[in-house]
């Protein structure tokens, strides 16, 4: 019977470091495709879930400073508006006067009454 205890301790044996060197194998196997997933998303200049995620705090910080200010200019403009009177329109001086084109100073030609009367079909 001992040599049937030691034939199937060798086989366990065996079989035990048959297991170990196939998780070897696949522990290798994963850390490769790992790497191949890792380049792949390199390559094509995809962000990772810790930059998306600061990105996008950064964007809600932003959104609510527009927020506050959009709110802080409507205050100032009602306080403007409530402190403002229109000022008086001033005459301009001689000075002043813009130049007229040529073409603001045509006056707008008539029609005659031959353009007024439609072609005639021939």
Do not use: C, W, Y
């Amino acid at each position: 019977m001992q040599t049937r205890s030691r034939l199937f301790d060798d086989l366990a044996r065996v079989a035990n470091g048959a297991l170990s060197a196939a998780a070897g194998v696949r522990a290798e196997i994963e850390q490769l495709v790992h790497q191949q997933f890792e380049r792949f998303l390199a390559d094509r200049d995809l962000v990772t879930r810790e930059e998306f995620e600061a990105v996008e705090a950064m964007a809600a910080k932003a959104r609510g400073e527009q927020a506050a200010l959009e709110a802080r200019i409507a205050e100032l403009e009602a306080k403007l508006g409530e402190t403002k009177k229109p000022a008086p329109k001033r005459k301009a001086a001689a000075g002043d006067r813009r130049r007229t084109t040529a073409a603001s100073r045509r006056t707008p030609t008539r029609k005659t009454k031959s353009d007024d009367t439609p072609p005639k079909d021939e």
